[in-house]
């Protein structure tokens, strides 16, 4: 199958180094575009709000970097960051690709354990059942 459009979710991991590898792997000859897709979720505390990751800014660094080595690889690429406050990070992953027309989006399994996924929902978990098109997981590296 040929996808003209895929979104591609990652939080900076290595699943989510995976998933940027699996969609370009994906994307190959049929010359798809790649969206990169990244969620910086804030918390609010006493002075403000800050982001969940404390090295949020070397997870968009890092992420810059990827698709800037796409694009060297001659992939069309380009990256948006989402910034959410309240509500699940899945729902900007979903409303990208719905605003776009996306006809896969990729993404790694989560960075939580199980028990924190149920408690607090996954995010994959999430985009499979709100998304508007495909969700292609790539799990994480056997250990």
Do not use: W
């Not at 070397?58 to 992939?75: A, F, N, P, T, W």
């Not at 990256?79 to 690709?97: C, E, M, T, Y």
Request: contains cysteine; aromatic residues 2%; hydrophobic residues 40%.
């Amino acid at each position: 199958m040929s996808y003209r459009t895929i979104v591609v979710a990652t939080d900076g991991s290595e699943t989510g180094d995976r998933a940027i590898s699996t969609a370009r792997s994906l994307a190959g000859e049929a010359k798809s575009r790649l969206v990169v897709v990244h969620v910086n979720q804030m918390m609010a505390g006493r002075r403000g709000r800050f982001p969940v990751y404390p090295n949020e800014e070397e997870l968009q660094d890092k992420i810059r970097h990827q698709v800037r080595g796409l694009k060297l690889d001659g992939v069309e690429a380009e990256l948006k960051v989402h910034r959410v406050s309240n509500g699940h990070p899945a729902r900007p992953i979903a409303d990208a690709a719905r605003a776009i027309k996306a006809d896969l989006i990729v993404t790694g399994t989560s960075r939580r354990g199980r028990l924190a996924g149920l408690l607090f929902g996954g995010v994959t978990q999430e985009l499979i059942r709100i998304a508007s098109c495909p969700v292609l997981t790539v799990p994480r590296p056997a250990r």
